[in-house]
């Protein structure tokens, strides 16, 4: 078989990547959670094994849709932008064998987790309520959801050569994946018992939860939607899901290779893009002004110049703005919008400070695959210099956004509620949490550029010392203080003394690493 050589050096390769090994710990670290959060609340007696299994087993379904696609987003594009490609096809192989190895490599390495999980899931089935049915419906499950991640992941890599692109394909399609794959379950499941319920859903909607149902496996609220369907037609159901998930993954390696056939070479970009892009993407009202703005910028902070000099770094700016105001443009108008607004208001927080974290992880990176941080470490420029420049462009980048959400925030919180501002007030709390959140994710991000190799771990560590770890030293606080009898102080505040320390620890780091130059260079990862 041609394709082995390439499958034995992928195997290497992925060997000597530390992020390989995380990824098990990171699936067992969050079974762990979710047993332990099961644990804390209803206790491990006899009998509970199956809640404790569908409650497992959904954390890993869940685990296996974010993992797999961003560990895998990477795999083509980083083989054109080494120029390895051509190497590749001087030899016999051809573009399906290489795609056939790099889907088999990343299909296997997520195969690792699921096996790392094993005996974490044997603990249910010792305490007794599972199943042999719910265990195989578990192995179908998984092996359904890495046939479509591991095709999202194929293709975006394809059709795409930079590694945030092809990331933000890849998880937009892993997303519509998610939704369609439990969807083909539930309409398979109606087609087989002919029996629907559309009062107050669509087909599609009714469809969908009774797919996600069936994967999910869950015991209490979600039984209603499966009370019409019996085992075997579920096992029809999930069988048949997965020979079209399977398709999927046949039709995904076709399709990658095809275009990994077309788009090797690095061309430039042709007439009628580089049409597209002087019409959309470049400025023709007020150009004076932009070239005096970016000349200021530059003069003042040239680091923070680097993010923003191309369209793309002030499109970052500009879009987040313009959302914020087209969805609370629509959202004034329900009538119900003020009783219930604080849902919106933190969705869009959280997916602002999530964009920060993807900002902030991959800032560094871009220096670092060409050079141009030792360069600039060589500069007149010190150290402190250049983290507080990155540090201003990433805060400048997302700054009128910031204000816009936490001054709306702040206006529906003070005037049309009538609520003084006060600490006490839990929109209050809201809106100090995201702001301290604002603050320290940009810092917290770009410690983990420099210090991690791959962008999804730096990702990853981001998102879990910002957001994750300063709330579970805040909950352990508070049991230490309770067992001991004295008052540690509210919850968030601790949240917000740990976010501020651990930003302020990593930010201290990062000066270090810089000034000794210990940071992974991605030109030698071979």
């Excluded at 690792?112 to 049915?133: D, E, K, N, R, Y």
């Excluded at 095709?151 to 059709?159: E, H, P, R």
Aim: hydrophobic share 55%.
């Amino acid at each position: 078989m041609k394709a082995l050589p390439v499958i034995w050096r992928e195997l290497r390769v992925q060997a000597r990547q530390p992020f390989t090994f995380w990824l098990r710990v990171l699936a067992v670290g969050l079974l762990l959670l979710g047993g332990g959060g099961f644990a804390s609340g209803r206790g491990l007696t006899p009998g509970q094994g199956g809640f404790l299994f569908s409650q497992m087993h959904l954390l890993m379904y869940c685990a296996l849709w974010l993992l797999v696609p961003l560990g895998a987003a990477d795999c083509l594009s980083r083989e054109r932008r080494e120029g390895t490609l051509g190497l590749l096809f001087l030899t016999p192989l051809r573009s399906t064998h290489i795609v056939i190895a790099k889907g088999l490599v990343h299909g296997l390495r997520a195969t690792t987790m699921v096996v790392a999980i094993v005996p974490l899931l044997a603990i249910p089935v010792l305490l007794g309520g599972v199943t042999w049915q719910q265990v195989v419906m578990a192995a179908l499950v998984y092996g359904n959801a890495m046939c479509w991640c591991l095709g999202a992941a194929l293709v975006a890599s394809a059709l795409s050569r930079r590694s945030n692109r092809a990331l933000v394909l890849t998880m937009m399609l892993a997303v519509s994946g998610f939704v369609l794959f439990p969807w083909t379950i539930g309409a398979l499941l109606g087609m087989n018992s002919q029996t629907t319920w559309t009062q107050g859903y669509s087909q599609g909607s009714y469809d969908f939860f009774v797919g996600f149902s069936a994967v999910a496996m869950p015991d209490g609220n979600f039984n209603k939607w499966l009370r019409l369907v019996n085992f075997s037609q579920l096992i029809y159901a999930i069988c048949t899901a997965t020979i079209i998930s399977i398709a999927v993954l046949v039709v995904a390696v076709i399709f990658a290779a095809n275009c990994l056939r077309r788009r090797w070479r690095d061309e430039p970009a042709s007439l009628r893009a580089q049409q597209l892009e002087q019409t959309f993407c470049r400025p023709v009202v007020g150009i004076k002004l932009l070239q005096r703005w970016m000349l200021r910028l530059l003069e003042r902070n040239p680091i923070g110049w680097l993010e923003r000099r191309q369209w793309s770094g002030r499109l970052v700016t500009w879009a987040w703005f313009a959302i914020i105001i087209s969805i609370y443009s629509l959202a004034l108008t329900e009538p119900n919008f003020f009783r219930r607004s604080g849902g919106l208001q933190s969705l869009m927080g959280w997916l602002l400070a999530l964009s920060m974290v993807v900002t902030a992880a991959g800032s560094f990176r871009r220096e670092r695959e060409t050079g141009m941080l030792e360069l600039l470490l060589v500069s007149p420029l010190t150290v402190r210099q250049i983290i507080s420049g990155r540090l201003r462009g990433i805060w400048g980048q997302f700054l009128p956004a910031i204000l816009l959400l936490l001054g709306l925030w702040l206006y529906f919180l003070v005037i049309l509620r009538g609520t003084y501002f006060s600490a006490e007030s839990g929109a209050a709390v809201d809106i100090w949490s995201f702001g301290v959140l604002f603050l320290v994710t940009p810092v917290i991000g770009l410690y983990f550029s420099v210090r991690c190799r791959h962008y999804l771990l730096a990702l990853v560590l981001t998102i879990l010392f910002a957001m994750l770890l300063p709330a579970l030293l805040a909950t352990f606080g508070q049991w230490l203080s309770a067992q001991a009898g004295f008052d540690w102080g509210r919850d968030w505040q601790t949240a917000w003394v740990f976010q501020i320390l651990i930003a302020a620890y990593l930010n201290a780091a990062l000066h270090r690493k810089l000034e000794r130059r210990q940071f992974p260079l991605d030109q030698a990862l071979n």
